[in-house]
């Protein structure tokens, strides 16, 4: 399985604001996540960053919002963009292995005052 | 529109007995099921997974059930332990072409406590 890291861990910003969290893998991966929970919710999937490539976002999320860079085969970051209470959530990256189940990363605690 | 539903958000289970976590789903497309568990302030860890074209996976204490004409898979505990107690979530996946499976979608978890 890949050891995932991400940064900040956990952050407290102000409406208006945006903040840049990175995902950093310890092997070269094709397929990165990017996923979402939501107080008392479950994980969705906010976009798909293959390297090379624009990311690919779900129903619901723009990239006006949520911009993704996704640089190399062992990094990514989500930017969160002037940012509303209702940002408030979990960001969690994650990676696709090649026996397809997918490893996530510890999370992004993200408060919005 | 919930594609994959966990109906019961948590269960209690006696230390050494069988805990049974269960997960429907509607979407035909999906092949490709996993479980994993969270504890608070982690990310998700892997626990299991199964392909449509077997209805059971074992690994240690863990063995996944799948029920693909009553679109229903269940993930069983045995025997379970005080540090099973977690969130479980169920995840699901169609083949997207290529090498990946790509997006989960995930039902919305299952408090387990398993009290000594």
């Known amino acids: 399985s890949a050891v995932i890291s991400q940064k900040p861990s956990r952050d407290i910003c102000q409406r208006g604001t945006s903040l840049t969290i990175q995902c950093q893998v310890d092997?070269?991966?094709?397929?990165m996540f990017w996923y979402r929970q939501q107080p008392g919710q479950s994980l969705t999937l906010i976009a798909t960053a293959n390297q090379g490539s624009e990311a690919t976002y779900e129903s619901g999320f723009v990239i006006d919002k949520f911009p993704i860079s996704r640089p190399n085969l062992t990094f990514s970051t989500l930017t969160v963009s002037n940012m509303s209470p209702e940002d408030s959530s979990i960001y969690l990256c994650?990676?696709?292995?090649?026996?397809?189940?997918?490893?996530f990363g510890p999370g992004t605690r993200l408060t919005v005052t | 529109d919930q594609q994959v539903k966990q109906n019961s958000p948590s269960l209690s289970v006696q230390e050494g007995r069988i805990s049974i976590l269960n997960c429907d789903y509607t979407n035909s497309m999906f092949d490709y099921f996993l479980w994993y568990k969270k504890y608070p302030a982690e990310g998700p860890t892997f626990l299991i997974s199964i392909s449509s074209i077997k209805d059971k996976n074992e690994d240690g204490r863990f063995t996944v059930f799948l029920n693909k004409s009553a679109k229903h898979l269940s993930l069983h505990i045995v025997p379970s332990q005080p540090g099973d107690s977690a969130v479980y979530f169920c995840?699901?996946?169609?083949?997207?072409?290529?090498?990946?499976?790509?997006?989960?979608?995930f039902g919305q978890g299952t408090i387990l406590t398993v009290h000594p």
């Open positions: 995840a699901a996946s169609g083949y997207a072409g290529g090498t990946s499976y790509g997006k989960l979608t």
């Open positions: 092997s070269q991966v094709t397929m």
């Open positions: 994650s990676v696709e292995a090649e026996t397809y189940e997918q490893y």
